[in-house]
């Protein structure tokens, strides 16, 4: 049974990719709109995730992101959590930079320091959610060998399959994803992540697009774990692009000082 | 005759003509409007063997519909009784659980027709129900318009501006007339899910909108309805019929599919709907470019309502509480039971972006069975006023600073005011008390210059000279680092204690880096430790000279037997912290000028020393399991004979894992003496499923040579459950 099931699942999947017929540049150039889609040259939002499991009390946390694109590899980012209490003032500071390693410190307020931890960790899941390490990395799409495999409405809307396959196992958490692309938005609006065997164990479907300000932005998502069945689901409630945020804030000064934080979050992502 | 003839046959034609037109008119109005999409196209079909062509449009409607809802009920057998009740009663009753509460509701069917809301409200008072709830949400709602007319070709087409060129959705057929955004509903009698089930089994014809009285009422988001218009569109058409897609957006695009006949979707400002007309039309040629206007998509009508979350605000409360109790296993324990409570409150208020206040309060309470009183303990928190620009922070008050990089014992941190009264139980960050300070911290980049002053010392907070985690404890005649002996103990029990309290404590300045690929930081410090060291009192150390069996004579030469002592010390070191294959590697080192010492005659002198942690930090198996190892020295630079160890080597460490998606903690935290015998270890199992409250179970061990920390605790083995909780 299971055999026929693998079967079938690679008659689709060679059907498919005959009846397309994209070369593997067709696929490389998705995934370099992929990761080129316009998303600001900053960006600053609100909003929180509700971590969910069957039985169990779903936990919020609700936290401010920001992400500066100093070029086109160099790429900052400050994640605040502002609840529940026993995390609230937490921070992530990430600098991913194309000539080193990415840098990466953490904030913890019971410790009152800034600690310098290791971006290389991929696998382990941030803040109790179904969210890995990696997932918050900006993964640049010359990581993976990319395959279009056709293409699929979902919702109503026309997607492109990709697989991404990383180049080198080691380099990531994950053996494939399936991404399935809305191109008008350039964004994914499902993607299946494999880890060794043919069944995914982890599902992004994304549930709310909105352009604002000109850019495709997802509200809404869920990730879930196709194992245990616990989900994540993140929305945004405001977001503002372009507010020239100063690098100040992407410094582990800032990291430390939440209250200093507060000059920089637009007065758009603040609102009720 | 002729004459006569020709009227007739032009009256006939005129009178069949109008016939034909008003029978056209009769039955086949201009819009059907589905809400099957089955229904939509057997409607299709249906007209095109008619002879009259048509095509399906897609609509999809904001509307407001209200869950009713009756309870609350706090627990789920009583709600499950009265669903059963209401059911009974042809109610459609199903038990929900409302999380903001945390108590069960009924849900008493979701409406979007006023008029029926208000018949279940009335059956239920009727029932004595009375504790209704109502709450509203938004969602969208898909309708299928069968346009009865010959399409024409498009007079409004635009390419999805911007982000690609091989966009599967050619193009896009619009009007670029606003409306307003206000929600607004549909103006036929409102179809809740109920009702649109009956009425299509009933009616198996769908809900006729004619031009005039078809009053749409469509949340003012930006729509735009794309139609596949021909053939060598992209967008894919999949059995089902299925071609048209609808992206919804944050302001309203009038769409219209067809040019001339201009049946079309439009939006009537003042009453706030879109109602559909025949005069709009899209303007030739117009091109509207999307990209330009907010958008939005939903794709997924089901998710979860929008939480009450809101921005913090300025005002920032906050309050810690612990409570715990446990076991002393040890026959040799001074008390079989210990209890601990522990409260923290704290407020925060930040009125400007420059000016921030923070006061605090914390309240300890102790008890152990040997002691019949309770310990409780009233202590200031951080309490301080902070100015801040972009170039430096200024803070006046106390506060708890931590200085270097290394846990449990970092050799740099001597800033801070260690908090003893519970021993190491709790976590080494839990382990400090506010310092009364001034704090001046400048920003340059990536580096920072930190300088504090503390102009009034404040010793380590002790617990009680009886209490099981004393530092001195007369109950047992015991010093901290010294082996016992009876001479000591008589000493201990019966002399006195003269606390030092008095000056300042000292200043330092900290310059730390974030440099490419590392951190670090240099300090230099003049200050004085707060953890205590206990020295004889010269006139009891002459007596003990000349008669060292007789403690009792000692202790009366003087009226202070011991000085606790903080002398000052220059302490000067850094620490450097990078990442290597994985790991986060850190060292920390520090050289103090004055250590005190006890040499051999009882005398006490201060002693350069040398203190270090080489600490690497990981994930194993890139999960979510930590692990920080640290190997820790600490030399005291003199040939002198001490009583005091010169050379101490540990290696410690913490563990965390989290287990079961993050609803169980396990912490393990140890120590292990590797030039003498002294161990500790402690394991926490937590349970963190009811957030924010924690439960545990936890288990503290100590060992070792009586002159070692665990050894000098070993009786204060501990197995203890808690619970605590942050708000």
């Known amino acids: 049974m299971k055999f026929i099931s693998c079967l079938a699942l690679l008659v689709c999947t060679v059907t498919t990719s005959v009846v397309y017929g994209a070369s593997s540049n067709d696929a490389l150039q998705l995934a370099k709109q992929l990761y080129d889609r316009p998303d600001g040259k900053d960006r600053a939002s609100f909003g929180y995730m509700v971590l969910t499991e069957a039985g169990h009390k779903p936990r919020v946390r609700a936290l401010y992101s920001y992400g500066k694109d100093k070029s086109y590899y160099d790429i900052w980012s400050l994640i605040r959590f502002t609840s529940p209490k026993d995390i609230e003032g937490t921070g992530l500071l990430t600098r991913d930079e194309k000539n080193t390693d990415s840098q990466q410190w953490v904030f913890l307020p019971a410790l009152k320091r800034v600690r310098k931890i290791a971006s290389s960790r991929k696998g382990g899941r941030f803040v109790g959610s179904d969210l890995f390490y990696e997932d918050l990395q900006n993964r640049i799409y010359t990581k993976d060998n990319h395959k279009i495999l056709g293409k699929e409405v979902i919702n109503k809307l026309p997607t492109i399959i990709l697989e991404s396959i990383p180049k080198n196992a080691r380099d990531s958490v994950y053996s494939k994803r399936l991404s399935w692309i809305h191109r008008p938005s350039l964004t994914a609006l499902r993607i299946d992540y494999y880890q060794g065997g043919s069944q995914p164990i982890k599902r992004l479907i994304v549930n709310k697009l909105a352009k604002k300000q000109g850019y495709w932005t997802i509200m809404e998502s869920v990730v879930k774990d196709l194992k245990s069945g616990h989900s994540t689901m993140m929305r945004i409630k405001n977001i503002a692009y372009d507010q020239n945020l100063p690098d100040s804030l992407f410094t582990t000064q800032t990291l430390e000082d939440p209250a200093k934080e507060v000059a920089f979050r637009p007065s758009s992502i603040t609102k009720k | ?727």
């Open chain 2, 1 to 727: 005759m002729l004459l006569i003839k020709t009227c007739q046959i032009l009256l006939g034609c005129t009178v069949f003509l109008a016939g034909g037109l008003l029978w056209a008119e009769v039955t086949l109005p201009p819009y059907r409007v589905f809400l099957n999409e089955e229904e939509a196209l057997a409607e299709v079909e249906k007209v095109r063997a008619g002879g009259v062509r048509g095509h399906i449009t897609t609509q999809r409607m904001k509307r407001v519909q209200t869950q009713l809802f009756i309870g609350p009920y706090y627990n789920k057998r009583s709600a499950r009784r009265h669903a059963e009740k209401l059911q009974q009663q042809g109610m459609p009753a199903i038990v929900t659980f409302d999380f903001s509460s945390s108590q069960f509701l009924i849900r008493v069917g979701v409406y979007t027709d006023q008029q029926r809301l208000e018949a279940y409200t009335s059956q239920l008072h009727r029932l004595g129900y009375s504790n209704q709830v109502q709450q509203q949400k938004t969602y969208f709602q898909t309708l299928y318009v069968v346009k009865l007319h010959s399409p024409k070709p498009q007079t409004s087409t635009t390419k999805i501006a911007g982000i690609n060129e091989q966009s599967p959705i050619d193009e896009v057929i619009t009007n670029p007339a606003e409306i307003s955004d206000d929600i607004s509903e549909i103006a036929t009698p409102p179809i809740s899910e109920e009702i649109t089930q009956v009425s299509l089994e009933e009616e198996k014809a769908g809900l006729s909108v004619s031009p005039e009285a078809a009053d749409v009422a469509v949340a003012g988001e930006e729509q735009i309805i794309i139609e596949e218009q021909t053939t060598e569109s992209a967008l894919i058409v999949d059995t089902t019929g299925e071609d048209e897609i609808v992206i919804e957006g944050d302001e309203e695009i009038i769409v219209n599919i067809d040019d001339d006949s201009s049946d079309s979707i439009m939006a009537n400002e003042d009453s706030q709907e879109i109602i559909i007309t025949d005069e709009l039309g899209a303007a030739e040629d117009e091109v509207i470019d999307v990209t330009d206007s907010d958008m939005e998509i939903v794709l997924d009508q089901e998710t979860l309502a929008d939480l009450d979350i809101e921005a913090p605000s300025a005002f920032d409360p906050s309050l810690k509480l612990e409570v715990s109790g446990g076991r002393l296993p040890r026959s040799k324990s001074l008390s079989d039971y210990y209890f601990y409570s522990l409260a923290l409150a704290s407020l925060q208020y930040q009125w400007s972006n420059q000016w921030e206040f923070k006061t605090g309060l914390r309240a300890d309470v102790s008890k152990q069975e040997d002691i019949t009183r309770s310990d409780v303990t009233l202590d200031y928190g951080e309490n301080y006023i902070r100015y801040r620009t972009d170039r430096y922070r200024f803070t006046l008050g106390s506060q708890i600073v931590l200085w270097g990089i290394a846990d449990e014992v970092a050799p740099t941190d001597q800033v801070s005011v260690q908090d003893l009264t519970q021993g190491i139980v709790p976590r080494w960050q839990d382990r400090h008390r506010a310092y009364p300070m001034v704090r001046w911290e400048y920003f340059k980049g990536d580096s920072k210059w930190d300088m504090l002053w503390m102009p009034w010392f404040r010793p380590a907070e002790l617990p009680d000279d009886e209490h099981i985690w004393a530092v001195m404890n007369k109950a047992r005649g015991t010093v901290f680092g010294f082996a016992p002996d009876p001479v000591q103990q008589v000493l201990v029990q019966e002399g006195h204690i003269h606390r030092e309290k008095s000056g300042s404590g000292g200043a330092g300045v900290r310059f730390s880096q974030k440099a490419e690929g590392f951190d670090y930081s240099l300090t230099a410090q003049r200050i004085r430790r707060s953890f205590p060291y206990y020295q004889l009192a010269e006139p009891v150390r002459q007596s003990l000279l000349i008669n060292p069996f007789d403690p009792y004579s000692a202790i009366a030469e003087s009226e202070d037997t011991w000085l606790e002592i903080h002398p000052y010390t220059w302490v000067v070191g850094g620490d450097i912290a990078f990442i290597y294959k994985d790991i986060t590697w850190r060292f920390e080192g520090g050289y103090s000028s004055d250590r005190p010492a006890t040499e051999l005659d009882l005398s006490v002198n201060n002693y350069p020393s040398y203190d270090w942690v080489f600490s690497g930090e990981f994930y194993p198996g890139d999960g979510d399991d930590r692990l920080n190892l640290q190997l820790v020295g600490s030399y005291l630079d003199t040939d002198d004979k001490l009583i005091d160890r010169k050379r101490l080597y540990y290696l410690n460490g913490q563990y965390e894992g989290l287990y079961a998606n993050n609803r169980w903690r396990w912490r393990m935290r140890f120590n292990h003496g590797l030039n003498l015998h002294d161990d500790f270890i402690s394991s926490e199992l937590a349970f963190l499923g009811w957030e924010p409250h924690e439960f545990y179970w936890a288990a503290y061990l100590f060992e070792g040579s009586p002159r070692s920390y665990g050894g000098y605790y070993k009786d204060n083995t501990l197995v203890n459950f808690g619970w605590r909780g942050e708000f």
